[in-house]
């Protein structure tokens, strides 16, 4: 039986390392699971652990999180539902500390990294992260420190590949200087494309690149921008990205996934819901083939 999820086909993590993983190119963004504010545990865990296992049921064997997602509580909500975790990469990252809901600050410090990829392996129940992703680099830490930590927690077997978020090409590679670095999760999606030149350098590198809030059309469709933050996308973008999908008789998720995924081979999508039903409607995207006309039209959305 073909698993909707592998209709968008694979990508391979570390293509040209003595360890590739290879996934389906439509994951699960595991961070609308917990409370509001993405801070404390959900309404119902019982409905979370229930969208967890259904992503896999789907297809679904990348599912990314954070240790900063409750904090804990997306972690602790993943091993319930799926350890030990048979076919299925669980990524995690560390790097951002909680002040409350809505609150994210960075510290970059290796002593408090150490503590929270500690922290992650206890939660995931894990001997090693399949990929660690550092959640920001911290600008009052040296930027060699934090990519040495992450070298150093290799060569120890805590982590098996590394990967980075929010950053530009000149500090991926300042850091891939010191550790492999095989992912970027950066926010890219239909609506906004700061991290353009990011997607080609990963395609043309061999890496990854994990768009986060990659429905960049949720919020125009009644959704919630990441962390409930407003939309970052513009009312003249909206209204065009709203006009061609009007065209299509599809959903805004289904057609902002369907961009991404024709975008680029290198892209892996990971949307994120706290619903069984918005799962299913986004992993059916993996399936849906845009014309060239609706994808030459979106292209143009950036302009």
């Not at 698993?3 to 963004?29: E, F």
């Not at 590394?162 to 970027?184: K, R, T, W």
Request: glycine residues 10%; aromatic residues 6%; charged residues 15%.
């Amino acid at each position: 039986m073909t698993l909707p999820a592998a209709a968008a086909g694979s990508v391979v993590l570390a293509p040209t390392s003595n360890d590739p993983m290879a996934v389906h190119r439509m994951g699960y963004g595991a961070m609308r699971i917990t409370g509001p504010g993405i801070w404390g545990h959900p309404a119902d865990p019982v409905a979370a652990v229930a969208v967890l296992r259904r992503a896999v049921e789907l297809g679904v064997n990348f599912i990314d999180t954070a240790d900063s997602y409750g904090p804990g509580t997306s972690e602790e909500l993943i091993r319930e539902a799926l350890h030990p975790y048979d076919g299925v990469l669980v990524a995690t990252k560390g790097g951002l500390t909680r002040q409350g809901p809505h609150e994210w600050f960075p510290i970059g410090h290796p002593k408090y990294l150490k503590h929270t990829l500690e922290l992650s392996l206890r939660a995931l129940g894990v001997e090693r992260i399949d990929l660690w992703q550092l959640h920001r680099i911290d600008p009052t830490v040296p930027l060699e420190d934090q990519a040495g930590f992450a070298a150093d927690m290799v060569a120890a077997g805590k982590i098996r590949h590394v990967g980075l978020s929010e950053v530009g090409v000149e500090q991926l590679e300042q850091f891939a200087a010191i550790v492999p670095v095989v992912s970027v999760q950066n926010l890219y999606n239909v609506t906004n494309r700061a991290s353009e030149a990011l997607v080609d350098h990963c395609e043309a590198t061999g890496r990854v690149l994990i768009p986060w809030f990659p429905v960049g059309a949720g919020p125009l469709a009644g959704g919630e921008a990441p962390g409930g933050s407003p939309n970052e996308t513009t009312d003249d973008v909206a209204a065009r990205f709203m006009a061609i999908v009007a065209s299509m008789g599809l959903p805004p998720s289904q057609v902002a996934l369907a961009w991404l995924l024709a975008r680029s081979p290198a892209i892996l999508p990971i949307p994120g819901t706290s619903s069984i039903a918005h799962l299913e409607e986004n992993v059916a995207a993996a399936d849906v083939r845009l014309p060239a006309e609706a994808v030459a039209a979106l292209n143009a959305l950036s302009s």
